[in-house]
């Protein structure tokens, strides 16, 4: 699903900063991967490599068998819809109901109108906010906001879904419904690539977890814990 | 583009505008002032045009025979003006029907011929038509020429000096109308730039979800369009009244002045103001998503 070759990514500037490292990675398709490390690691720097917001300074990317290198600007739409985002910050429209928000993400890859009215409920039912569509999100605690947010991931049926500290703004009771949900879309077939620095999820979870630090790969365990 | 997809971008692109009201109002004015200003330079130079051939087509050059020229002879000169370039329609006037204009010009119960002791003084004369304005100088040189031509008059320069305030006009027509227009545009562009502004989010959770850019686009280009059509109608509206009302008072008033009231040409002007000014409204949209929206 994901491999990467080699793969460098500093930053140029004042001060020359090497945020990635000669980083080899592959992520097998269902898999689910925990990328942990401290902050300034280079977790979200690969995650944005790897959905093509940046470009590797070196090395190869290649998701669903396609090189992000090699790929045409007017292509990056069409590739960014096999894939789903979490955010920390849940990035959601504020001034739209739940259902706007889920259904813009499907507008916004111009399916039918017809077809956005059927999924959107099903999809919400999924995550079980089917009784808050009408609500705008700062009527939602965090965690429902956080299940808008899924919805929005996987309503347009993603192959991968990369989620950048799902749970960081959640307390632990709620992070691990979030936590469950995920793993739940990941069993039907869905990779799932998630940046975390919750350790007790993790350990508790005990999935492959890849460990970054000052931009190396410093861990790569099957069914690993936070630390080694 | 889908056909659901470009009922997304007219919702968004209305929602927009009902966000940004103050500012839609505004470049909506403007492109209603650009335009009522380029309307009415335009019309203006249509009339003056209207004008200049409605005075070039009564232009006749009067040719003035010597007194000592035999009637004979003279009558046999037309052959000779038929022949110049140009000439469309040659009239002799005779002397005593020279003198009987001018009574007439006097009032009718003048006897002219008494009073000038049964002389009369006139000499005869050419009247000459061409076939176009502009030729009327070179055929007037040209008729100057002839031995037998005393005196040769015409309109000197009133259809120069009106060709010359059409041009003038149509200059100044055109830089007014280009400074107003970029005042539209630039105006049109800051407040799609506020309405990216306001949309950042969406279009940064857009793109990740894999919108295309010109699903991006689409919805700001519309609202530019709309401000520029509706700044049109406004303007079309105000000036189709302005004009109809002005044709009116002077058909009742002043009824002497030649002024334009083609149908089919004015409405060519108001289609041309409709086209110009949702271009604008594209082009104010084009600058702003060009500068503020890298996508």
């Known amino acids: 699903m994901i491999q990467l070759f080699n793969v460098s990514k500093t930053y140029e500037g004042e001060v020359k900063v090497e945020a990635l490292r000669d980083i080899n990675l592959h992520i097998k398709r269902g898999e689910f991967v925990f990328l942990v490390g401290p902050s300034g690691a280079g977790k979200s720097t690969l995650t944005r490599l790897m959905i093509r917001e940046e470009l590797p300074s070196k090395g190869q990317i290649l998701v669903d068998n396609r090189s992000l290198l090699r790929m045409k600007e007017r292509e990056v739409p069409y590739f960014r819809r096999k894939i789903g985002f979490i955010f920390q910050d849940f990035r959601l429209l504020m001034e739209r109901t739940v259902y706007e928000n889920v259904a813009f993400a499907m507008e916004a890859i111009e399916a039918p109108s017809s077809v956005v009215r059927e999924r959107v409920p099903a999809v919400l039912e999924l995550v079980g906010l089917k009784d808050k569509l009408t609500a705008y999100p700062h009527q939602l605690s965090g965690g429902q906001q956080q299940r808008v947010c899924i919805a929005r991931a996987i309503v347009n049926n993603p192959l991968l879904i990369i989620a950048d500290e799902p749970t960081g703004n959640l307390d632990p009771d709620t992070s691990w419904e979030i936590m469950n949900l995920l793993l739940a879309i990941n069993k039907r077939g869905t990779t799932i690539v998630t940046a975390t620095h919750d350790k007790e999820m993790v350990d508790r979870i005990k999935r492959r977890v890849i460990a970054l630090q000052n931009g190396r790969i410093v861990r790569d365990e099957e069914r690993g814990g936070y630390q080694a | ?295």
């Open chain 2, 1 to 295: 583009m889908r056909l659901s997809s470009l009922q997304y971008a007219v919702r968004d692109a209305f929602r927009s505008l009902k966000r940004n009201k103050v500012m839609s109002m505004a470049s909506m004015a403007t492109v209603a002032i650009s335009l009522l200003i380029l309307g009415c330079a335009w019309l203006l130079v249509l009339n003056t045009q209207y004008l200049a051939t409605t005075m070039e087509s009564e232009l006749e050059i009067n040719a003035y025979l010597q007194l000592d020229v035999p009637r004979d002879k003279a009558l046999a000169m037309k052959k000779q003006l038929e022949s110049l370039t140009g000439v469309a329609q040659v009239t002799f006037v005779p002397k005593e029907e020279g003198l009987k204009l001018l009574e007439e010009r006097f009032g009718k119960d003048t006897d002219l011929l008494k009073a000038l002791g049964g002389n009369n003084p006139l000499p005869d004369m050419y009247r000459l038509k061409t076939k176009e304005a502009p030729q009327v100088p070179l055929v007037a040189e040209e008729v100057a020429k002839i031995q037998e031509i005393e005196k040769v008059r015409y309109g000197q320069g009133m259809v120069e000096k009106l060709l010359a305030l059409t041009n003038w006009l149509r200059s100044v027509g055109v830089v007014v109308i280009i400074a107003v227009g970029l005042a539209a545009v630039f105006l049109i562009a800051t407040t799609i730039r506020l309405t990216v502004f306001a949309r950042r989010r969406e279009i940064g959770i857009m793109k990740l979800v894999g919108a295309t850019n010109w699903y991006i686009r689409w919805p700001f280009f519309l609202e530019g369009m709309f401000i520029g059509l509706t700044g049109a109608l406004i303007a079309v509206g105000t000036l189709h009244f302005f004009y109809s009302e002005l044709v009116k008072n002077i058909a009742l008033t002043i009824n002497f002045l030649p002024i334009m009231t083609d149908k089919a040409m004015l409405y060519e002007v108001y289609q041309y103001l409709f086209i110009i000014g949702t271009a604008l409204g594209a082009m104010g949209s084009a600058i702003s998503l060009h500068r503020f929206l890298k996508v």
